[in-house]
């Protein structure tokens, strides 16, 4: 609730800020956006800014990642949202995280105590970032230049390529400081199994011991990318038709238990499935999915979590742009319907689709046929072994 107020205050009052702001700059000629490089030097702060959620925090890593190398002396922090803690504990990063959707007033409060030295701005089209930004007094401010109501207040600009991989426009942030280094998801976050609750591990490992299992999450903060239970259940028959010990286990939040309970119900394989959906965080989850020999589900936080953890991965697209939020890699593939009118989500923003036809057409037969590509079963034919034309 309180996120939404905030992205509403964001659209309204943000906008009006930015515009105000920044034309008052622009009048007083205190500056003006540059796309010239920054010699990095004698920078001790930084602050990275990233609102959103988990896919988004996901894909930021390797930005974290390397400015920590390039400057191993600086203080860097991290706006963003509490939701996002675990991740940030899975990168070795929780120290630096500044939550602005805990205590928003006194976020702004810190902001202000001490100035930093460069200040980079990962959102790509609100407005409260870029007031965040200005706020932190860097005198290097770098932004997308995508959303003309902000760029006055930024000193760097850098182009969004709008069907770009996400992980490389955050990468391309860190152009003005020098940096070129590629954006390497795979092995960005690590699991350490010893702070696993004993319980779940020895549960775990008694998958693991019948011949391994595979991770299903059928749910998405968005309805507009649920596949149909019954096809996610008619998947996981198949996969179990090749492989007779193989088990499955159900991820996702609380929120997804009943979508999670027609699968199990749809799926008719007794005690080889079971359902952890709401019961673990997602540092737990992520332990879980670390183990499993092939994660598969939709376009999800979940699903960056298991390529940024290196587990085989198959993720079915509907709305979403695959090429922007895919993944890459010879143990990744991606699954959908190519239609005239997909993708057609921005921003987080879906075209108001009852039908959801790019989801409703997708053949369980692509997917299936992705998940053998990427993570070899018994039994595979010549033909499996082609990458689905839907990939």
């Given at each position: 609730?309180?996120?939404?107020?905030?992205?509403?205050?964001?659209?309204?009052?943000?906008?009006?800020?930015?515009?105000?702001?920044?034309?008052?700059?622009?009048?007083?000629?205190?500056?003006?956006?540059?796309?010239?490089?920054?010699?990095?030097?004698?920078?001790?702060?930084?602050?990275?800014?990233?609102?959103?959620?988990?896919?988004?925090?996901?894909?930021?890593?390797?930005?974290?990642?390397?400015?920590?190398?390039?400057?191993?002396?600086?203080?860097?922090?991290?706006?963003?949202?509490?939701?996002?803690?675990?991740?940030?504990?899975?990168?070795?990063?929780?120290?630096?995280?500044?939550?602005?959707?805990?205590?928003?007033?006194?976020?702004?409060?810190?902001?202000?105590?001490?100035?930093?030295?460069?200040?980079?701005?990962?959102?790509?089209?609100h407005y409260f970032s870029a007031l965040m930004a200005l706020l932190s007094r860097a005198p290097v401010r770098i932004g997308f230049k995508i959303n003309?109501?902000?760029?006055?207040?930024?000193?760097?600009?850098?182009?969004?390529?709008?069907?770009?991989?996400?992980?490389?426009?955050?990468?391309?942030?860190?152009?003005?400081?020098?940096?070129?280094?590629?954006?390497?998801?795979?092995?960005?976050?690590?699991?350490?199994?010893?702070?696993?609750?004993?319980?779940?591990?020895?549960?775990?490992?008694?998958?693991?011991?019948?011949?391994?299992?595979?991770?299903?999450?059928?749910?998405?903060?968005?309805?507009?990318?649920?596949?149909?239970?019954?096809?996610?259940?008619?998947?996981?028959?198949?996969?179990?038709?090749?492989?007779?010990?193989?088990?499955?286990?159900?991820?996702?939040?609380?929120?997804?238990?009943?979508?999670?309970?027609?699968?199990?119900?749809?799926?008719?394989?007794?005690?080889?499935?079971?359902?952890?959906?709401?019961?673990?965080?997602?540092?737990?989850?992520?332990?879980?999915?670390?183990?499993?020999?092939?994660?598969?589900?939709?376009?999800?936080?979940?699903?960056?979590?298991?390529?940024?953890?290196?587990?085989?991965?198959?993720?079915?697209?509907?709305?979403?742009?695959?090429?922007?939020?895919?993944?890459?890699?010879?143990?990744?593939?991606?699954?959908?319907k190519p239609l005239v009118c997909s993708p057609c989500c921005i921003f987080g923003y879906h075209k108001l689709c009852r039908p959801v036809t790019c989801?409703?057409?997708?053949?369980?037969?692509?997917?299936?046929?992705?998940?053998?590509?990427?993570?070899?079963?018994?039994?595979?034919?010549?033909?499996?072994?082609?990458?689905?034309?839907?990939?």
């Amino acid at each position: 609730m309180k996120v939404a107020v905030l992205k509403l205050l964001d659209s309204t009052l943000g906008f009006v800020l930015c515009w105000a702001v920044g034309w008052f700059r622009f009048l007083l000629r205190t500056e003006g956006p540059s796309p010239e490089a920054v010699v990095p030097t004698a920078i001790n702060r930084i602050l990275l800014i990233r609102p959103g959620g988990m896919g988004d925090m996901v894909l930021l890593i390797p930005v974290l990642k390397s400015l920590r190398r390039n400057f191993p002396h600086a203080v860097i922090h991290l706006v963003c949202e509490k939701r996002n803690r675990d991740i940030l504990r899975l990168a070795g990063f929780s120290d630096g995280a500044l939550l602005y959707d805990a205590h928003p007033f006194s976020l702004l409060r810190r902001l202000r105590q001490a100035p930093y030295d460069v200040a980079i701005d990962t959102e790509q089209f609100h407005y409260f970032s870029a007031l965040m930004a200005l706020l932190s007094r860097a005198p290097v401010r770098i932004g997308f230049k995508i959303n003309p109501g902000r760029n006055l207040l930024y000193t760097h600009l850098v182009n969004y390529d709008l069907g770009g991989y996400e992980a490389d426009q955050f990468m391309n942030l860190t152009r003005p400081l020098g940096l070129l280094e590629p954006a390497e998801v795979e092995g960005c976050l690590t699991v350490d199994m010893a702070a696993v609750p004993l319980g779940l591990l020895r549960r775990i490992e008694r998958l693991e011991s019948t011949g391994g299992f595979v991770v299903v999450h059928a749910g998405s903060t968005s309805r507009y990318k649920h596949w149909a239970p019954e096809k996610v259940a008619e998947l996981m028959t198949q996969l179990g038709q090749n492989e007779t010990s193989l088990s499955f286990v159900l991820l996702g939040n609380s929120s997804e238990r009943q979508l999670a309970d027609r699968v199990l119900a749809a799926a008719g394989m007794g005690g080889r499935v079971i359902s952890l959906t709401g019961q673990l965080t997602v540092a737990q989850s992520a332990a879980v999915i670390r183990r499993a020999v092939l994660y598969v589900g939709g376009d999800s936080g979940l699903a960056h979590v298991a390529v940024a953890l290196g587990t085989p991965t198959v993720i079915w697209f509907g709305p979403s742009d695959s090429q922007k939020w895919g993944a890459r890699g010879p143990h990744r593939a991606v699954v959908r319907k190519p239609l005239v009118c997909s993708p057609c989500c921005i921003f987080g923003y879906h075209k108001l689709c009852r039908p959801v036809t790019c989801l409703r057409e997708l053949p369980v037969a692509d997917v299936l046929q992705a998940c053998r590509t990427v993570r070899p079963f018994p039994g595979r034919t010549e033909v499996d072994r082609a990458v689905p034309s839907a990939v």
